[in-house]
């Protein structure tokens, strides 16, 4: 049996991946909370494991070698993860491309983007009309573009469902507050409706669930999410 991965975690999309795939692979492991809220991200035994101070990152006691390994980078951990497991991530070839390629497209584009619509439409204190129209037409155009894959193959990277979908669709959960209605994108509603069909899906989200909460921030939690707390040099 897998010795247990400890994983530092929080409910945001970048965690939900990760925890959609190790169900998904129904590997052991253990969801450490990482408040960000409370600035438990900038705690130096978090930082050791994730310089960037972000979450998620991983300890894998029985890494390459039989080693403990750490990482962060969400893309990353579902890189490692798949190989380690032998599942959702061809060993080579030309899928092997096709799946790591949209998992840069979620990384490069989806996850920014969508999380600058998300900022500038509901957390930031002021409402910015240009930034505002300025990443909302760019969620517009990123979900045209998933709109247009979907409509040549079932799942991002092909025929088959692989740690791409994985990565993209937590991204996708908040949709209106994106300013996107599904409707005008049928097959990525098609895909996102198959995708949250998944039991694995349903039990990877409800992982620190209960730390989600629909109240506004605090002027603190701003403070550490947003303001000088992040910018600070450590």
Known sequence: MSATIDVYSWPTPNGHKVHILLEELALPYRAIGVDIGAGAQFEP?????????K??????PDGPGGKPL????????????????GRFLPASGSDRYAVLQWLMFQMGSVGPMLGQAHHFRVYAPD??????????KEAQRLYGVMDHRLAEAPYFAGAEYTIADMSIWPWLRYHERQGIDLADYPHVKRWYQEIE???AVQRGIAVLAQHTSSRPFTDEQRRILFGEEQYKRR
């Not at 035994?45 to 101070?53: A, V």
């Not at 750490?70 to 497991?85: D, M, N, P, V």
């Open 45 to 53: 035994e978090f930082l050791k494991i994730s310089p960037n101070n």
């Open 55 to 60: 979450v998620p990152a991983i300890v894998d």
């Open 70 to 85: 750490a990482l962060f980078e969400s893309g990353e951990i579902l890189i490692y993860l798949a190989e380690k497991a």
């Open 127 to 136: 409402k910015i009309t240009y930034a505002i129209d300025r990443y909302t």
């Open 197 to 199: 069909s998944r039991l």
